[in-house]
């Protein structure tokens, strides 16, 4: 008998991966090695670009408080996307498996493109409406406004793919 074919093949399946509640590294080690590192990394990208920020406005007031206010600020949401980098999803406990294929994931595509018709269906009446208007508004005001029209037209689509699909 052949127990070496045998063997071979029965170390070749995959081990599943230990799971913990952060994941694991891409990159190997701990959990708490992940939220080490996410730590630490999000302090160097929060200070990076406070320093880019100061470097562009050049305040008149302390230059410390200004980079350790806005590191502080920054510091949290640079640590969540760092982690989210660096962490492999097949280590977290309670990950879908394939995200792409969930009915959120198809939610959301018909919410991006009803929204992209509606957008430019408002496009083209906001065109329509200038030529028999003369109305004046900031560049800011016209961004916030369009902002918020969108984001309201997303929300909304979602929301109606998600009552029609419960």
Same mark, same amino acid.
């Given at each position: 008998m052949n127990t070496t074919a045998a063997h071979s093949a029965a170390n070749n399946v995959e081990q599943p991966k230990p799971r913990s509640r952060f994941g694991r590294s891409k990159f190997g080690g701990s959990p708490a090695a992940l939220i080490a590192g996410s730590i630490v990394t999000g302090l160097a990208v929060a200070f990076a670009a406070a320093s880019i920020f100061w470097a562009i406005v050049r305040p008149e007031e302390s230059t410390a408080l200004y980079l350790?206010?806005?590191t502080l600020c920054l510091f949290p949401v640079a640590s969540a996307g760092t982690w989210a #980098?660096?962490?492999d999803r097949d280590t977290i406990v309670g990950a879908t498996p394939n995200p792409e294929e969930s009915i959120e994931s198809t939610w959301y595509d018909n919410a991006a493109q009803t929204t992209f018709h509606i957008i430019l269906f408002a496009i083209g009446a906001l065109g329509v409406a200038s030529v028999f208007t003369?109305?004046?508004l900031s560049l800011g005001a016209f961004a916030i406004a369009s902002y918020v029209f969108i984001l309201?037209? #997303?929300a909304g689509s979602y929301l109606l793919?998600?009552?029609r699909d419960s």
């Open positions: 350790g206010v806005f #980098f660096m962490v003369d109305v004046k309201a037209a #997303f793919n998600k009552r």
